[in-house]
């Protein structure tokens, strides 16, 4: 078929609604954009393996923090929205947007099984001239050097067949401000008429499609990104440990160094770097790299410098209970929010896991608190949240805010309290004969 009537196709498609997506995995990314198809009127198949999703989205609940219940309840009687276990749903998609996990192996080494195997069971039961787009981040050169080859295995070549794109998720969870149809998408095909097909199908929701050259400059893109946070997030982490040697108020001068119009983006210490991207995207771009013989002096430097800040905390914390005669073998520790960033209901790699795991280490008796984490069962750890009240918050030597979740009476919190070791400056550098801040 010639390019330019797969193209006009394809418009009349978009146009009349004709237009079937597919969504592979309906985790944080996958799930909005897949919600975001359905309210433009098309119609989607949501895939999704993990029976527990699968079963909430029957009794219409969301377990997804950016997607409330009533909306989900909504999306699925407007009747554009099914989800299933079985790939070979989605043998009527005209387009298949890939949204699984790319965790790490280990400590450094990339893990790309989640899509190869999602692109397995896509070959299998791929439609003609149907394009895919992988939205995971992966090192750069993944789509045209592991994903096409699978392709290629089941018979499929490129634009006579099928087309194939690279573009990168940005979700920023928990960010209102920025919903998945508010944020520029980032758009790499392996031709031109891949990415131009890509931009009419992403435009339906999203107005800015910005188009690269190739996958892998796409897949940098997002490295980029998350790289850039990375190194920024570990260099001030380490500039906190300077200044308090220095005795100078590292908070103070962030906040003055952003008073500066241009040129400067403030970023802020605090326990440790969690989640599912920024620890993990920039290790990825390091292995690529040295694969081509370039050491990425930068990412490990940073890399390695945001896991050593959680038992940095703990050093701290030791330290001013050592001040007050206080050991820190034996004392009563409470660590506040225990999530990775505040208000988000995810555990993923958080840094306060890692300081109750340390504190446990050095002889403290450790409990938490959290909001929205009524229980902690994971990293070798068995707690339950405990009760937040005056009299209990006395029972502790030290409190630790490590995630500054909102809707807590920080000030009443204060009143109770022995100590308070404040790693995100919530009081300010306020109330300094009980609060000592990272
Ligand atoms: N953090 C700091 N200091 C900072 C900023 C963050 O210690 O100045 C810590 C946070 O507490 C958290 C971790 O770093 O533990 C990551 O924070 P983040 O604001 O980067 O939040 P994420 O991981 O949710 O990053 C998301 C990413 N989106 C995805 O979830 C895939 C990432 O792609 C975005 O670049 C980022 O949002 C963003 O732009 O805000």
């Known amino acids: 078929m010639a390019k330019n009537k797969i193209m006009v196709n394809f418009q009349k498609k978009i146009k009349d609604r004709q237009i079937r997506i597919a969504v592979v995995g309906l985790g944080y990314v996958g799930f909005p954009l897949a919600l975001e198809f359905a309210k433009k009127g098309v119609k989607v198949t949501g895939i999704e393996i993990d029976h527990d999703r699968l079963k909430s989205i029957s009794n219409k609940i969301s377990y997804i923090s950016d997607i409330s219940t009533s909306e989900l309840k909504k999306v699925i009687s407007g009747g554009n929205f099914k989800a299933s276990g079985n790939f070979s749903d989605i043998k009527d998609a005209d387009a298949i947007l890939i949204c699984v996990p790319t965790p790490l192996k280990g400590r450094y080494l990339p893990d790309i099984?989640?899509?190869?195997?999602?692109?397995?069971?896509?070959?299998?039961?791929?439609?003609?001239?149907?394009?895919?787009?992988?939205?995971?981040?992966?090192y750069p050169g993944t789509t045209e050097e592991e994903i096409l080859p699978i392709f290629e295995k089941h018979g499929f070549?490129?634009?006579?067949?099928?087309?194939?794109?690279?573009?990168?998720?940005?979700?920023?969870p928990g960010n209102k401000k920025f919903p998945v149809q508010k944020i520029p998408k980032v758009m790499g095909g392996l031709s031109p008429l891949a990415t131009l097909l890509a931009t009419e199908i992403y435009q339906i929701i999203i107005k800015q499609v910005v188009p690269v050259s190739s996958p892998r400059a796409a897949e940098t893109v997002k490295l980029l990104e998350n790289t850039f946070r990375l190194i920024n997030i570990g260099l001030i982490d380490e500039l906190s440990m300077m200044a308090h040697k220095m005795k100078i108020d590292i908070w103070?001068?962030?906040?003055?160094?952003s008073t500066k119009p241009f040129g400067f983006m403030p970023f802020y210490p605090g326990p440790g770097v969690g989640g599912h991207c920024i620890p993990k995207d920039p290790l990825y771009l390091h292995w690529k790299a040295k694969s081509f013989g370039f050491h990425s002096r930068f990412i490990k430097l940073a890399s390695d410098l945001i896991r050593y800040m959680p038992e940095y905390v703990v050093k701290r914390v030791n330290q001013?209970?050592?001040s007050r005669n206080c050991r820190l073998k034996g004392a009563k520790i409470l660590v506040m929010g225990v999530t990775y960033k505040k208000d988000i209901k995810d555990l993923r790699k958080s840094?306060?896991?890692?300081?109750?795991?340390?504190?446990?280490?050095?002889?403290a008796r450790v409990s938490y608190f959290d909001p929205i984490i009524p229980f902690l069962k994971l990293k070798g750890l068995d707690l339950e949240s405990?009760?937040?009240?005056?009299?209990?918050?006395?029972?502790?030597?030290?409190?630790?805010?490590?995630?500054?979740?909102?809707?807590?009476?920080?000030?009443?919190?204060?009143k109770s309290a022995k100590l308070i070791f404040d790693a995100r400056n919530v009081y300010k550098g306020k109330h300094r004969e009980k609060v000592e801040r990272l």
Not at 352 to 359: A, C, G, H, P, T
Not at 390 to 408: M, N, V
């Open 113 to 138: 099984s989640f899509i190869k195997t999602a692109v397995e069971q896509v070959a299998l039961h791929l439609k003609n001239k149907a394009l895919v787009v992988l939205e995971s981040t992966t």
């Open 157 to 172: 070549r490129h634009e006579r067949d099928f087309f194939l794109c690279f573009s990168p998720e940005r979700i920023d």
């Open 252 to 257: 103070e001068v962030i906040q003055a160094a």
């Open 320 to 322: 001013v209970l050592d």
């Open 351 to 363: 840094p306060s896991l890692d300081v109750i795991n340390s504190l446990k280490k050095h002889g």
């Open 386 to 414: 405990v009760r937040l009240s005056d009299k209990k918050i006395k029972e502790f030597d030290c409190l630790i805010i490590a995630t500054d979740h909102s809707g807590i009476d920080y000030l009443r919190v204060l």
